[in-house]
T-cell receptor, first 112, second 114 residues
């Protein structure tokens, strides 16, 4: 999707490995979000940020950490991956936090 | 907890017919609702939104209806086309959470038969 880039697009991890997912946006949006999407379920909020240097927990934050050192980037980290973290991860951005988001195309993560 | 949910997991319609996708919400404090379309392998795409001070909003071939009395949201797609085949999510901004983030329903798959 235009304006929001997620890397990598696919990744396979072994249990216990760590990795970082990167979300980059060029729209100068203040708000950024990380969601996970599991089969048959809607998107669930992991962490979010309301501006550079800020982060906050969402509905399912356990096992994840985030950082927003630069306004345009929002990083999602898995310190010790577990099979339960197998999912598709979506980053989203919004200017004010009160309107519809712009989503990235997702990262499909498999933990074996 | 309170959730945004959908009545029908899969909806199959004929090309050219109108489609109606429903969503129930239980949080009366929600003040903003959005419909998203998600095609296979892609991120959700914004379709239309509505605020709680409105009952109806129209876009190009789409209409969203909000019934606050029964906490019900619907998306109507006119003259459904094969390109409309996707999963549709409703989402709400729950004003009582103190968090400016959307809560999503579980989705409805729309299948358009040629």
């Amino acid at each position: 999707n235009a304006g929001v880039t997620q890397t990598p697009k696919f990744r396979v991890l072994k249990t216990g490995q760590s990795m970082t997912l990167l979300c980059a946006q060029d729209m100068n949006h203040e708000y950024m979000y990380w969601y996970r999407q599991d089969p048959g379920m809607g998107l669930r909020l992991i962490h979010y940020s309301v501006g550079e240097g800020t982060t906050a927990k969402g509905e399912v934050p356990d096992g994840y950490n985030v950082s927003r050192l630069k306004k345009q980037n929002f990083l999602l980290g898995l310190e010790s991956a577990a099979p339960s973290q197998t999912s598709v991860y979506f980053c989203a951005t919004d200017q004010t936090g009160e309107y519809g988001y712009t989503f990235g195309s997702g990262t499909r993560l498999t933990v074996v | 907890g309170e959730n945004v949910g959908l009545h029908l997991p899969t909806l199959s319609v004929q090309e050219g017919d109108n489609s109606i996708i429903n969503c129930a919400y239980s949080n009366s404090a929600s003040d903003y609702f959005i419909w998203y379309k998600q095609e296979s392998g892609k991120g959700p795409q914004f379709i239309i939104d509505i605020r709680s001070n409105m009952d109806k909003r129209q876009g190009q071939r789409v209409t969203v209806l909000l019934n606050k009395t029964v906490k019900h949201l619907s998306l109507q797609i006119a003259a459904t086309q094969p390109g409309d085949s996707a999963v549709y999510f409703c989402a709400e901004n729950r004003g009582d959470t103190g968090r400016r983030a959307l809560t999503f329903g579980s989705g409805t798959r729309l299948q358009v038969q040629p």
